[in-house]
């Protein structure tokens, strides 16, 4: 069943997205695309981002619409390991309603898939216990840098040939501290930098992680408005692979 839900937006404010996504046409295109709720979650890398975020705040606050819209954010480690520029303090002073955040770096050169694994896993499951952060986004997603560092067979294996741990383990942690993994509609499945190989494999990933108990959630990611709606897919991808209403996860507004 299509809800209408996308819980990854990006903004004009922060420079995430470009100048189409303004809170306002955000709204308006949510309104013509059906959507019935969505999160508009802009970056927040470092802590000199933090002063534009009162800004989609007011927006978000003053749009007259039906669509449920949510103030969130989305965090980044600010190094291998590393924290996020985010805390429970900021949380709170902000007003952010929800927070999804995740890796987004191989943080090496490696071409062993074992050691990119490694890193990737650790910083998925420590994302997933976070009392702070309510999704975990976009999982082996890679930048433009570190997909060029390998041919696009290494990476279609990386996924296809993804260890039995690691999908349980994921999947497991999912359901045990309720933090949805979340389906990308632009970062994977409208990315022009993957191969229809990796794509199949990552359909795949999402079945053994639905095998597995984890639940889901849905984002566009989009960084332009023609992006908006990219959700469609994923939520019919979802449907399609018989995950129940129940396992996709939906903000509360407290
Ligand atoms: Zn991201
Ligand atoms: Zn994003």
Request: aromatic share 10%.
């Amino acid at each position: 069943m299509r809800v209408g839900l996308d819980y990854h937006i990006h903004t004009f404010y922060q420079r995430c997205g470009n100048e189409t996504l303004t809170v306002e046409n955000i709204v308006r295109r949510a309104e013509e695309l059906g959507l019935t709720s969505i999160a508009i979650t802009d970056h927040l890398n470092r802590p000199e981002q933090l002063p534009m975020f009162p800004h989609i705040r007011h927006d978000i606050e003053t749009a007259e619409t039906d669509v449920e819209v949510f103030f969130g954010v989305e965090l980044n480690f600010m190094e291998c390991d590393g924290e996020w520029a985010y805390s429970a303090e900021i949380r709170d002073e902000h007003g952010f309603e929800l927070a999804i955040g995740g890796i987004h770096s191989a943080y090496t050169d490696s071409q062993d898939p074992v050691e990119v694994l490694d890193i990737q896993h650790r910083h998925h499951m420590r994302t997933l216990a976070d009392p702070l952060i309510d999704v975990l986004v976009h999982p082996y997603w890679f930048g433009k840098a570190d997909i060029e560092k390998r041919p696009m067979e290494w990476w279609e294996r990386l996924i296809a040939e993804m260890p039995d741990d690691r999908v349980t383990e994921l999947a497991q942690a999912s359901a045990e501290h309720n933090t949805p993994i979340e389906v990308n509609a632009c970062a994977i499945f409208y990315s022009f930098r993957l191969s229809a190989g990796f794509i199949d494999a990552y359909v795949e990933y999402l079945r053994r992680l639905r095998d597995a108990g984890a639940l889901f959630t849905v984002g566009s990611d989009a960084h332009d408005i023609g992006r908006m709606g990219t959700t469609e897919y994923v939520e019919g991808l979802l449907d399609g692979m018989g995950v129940s209403a129940e396992r996709i996860w939906r903000p509360e507004r407290q």
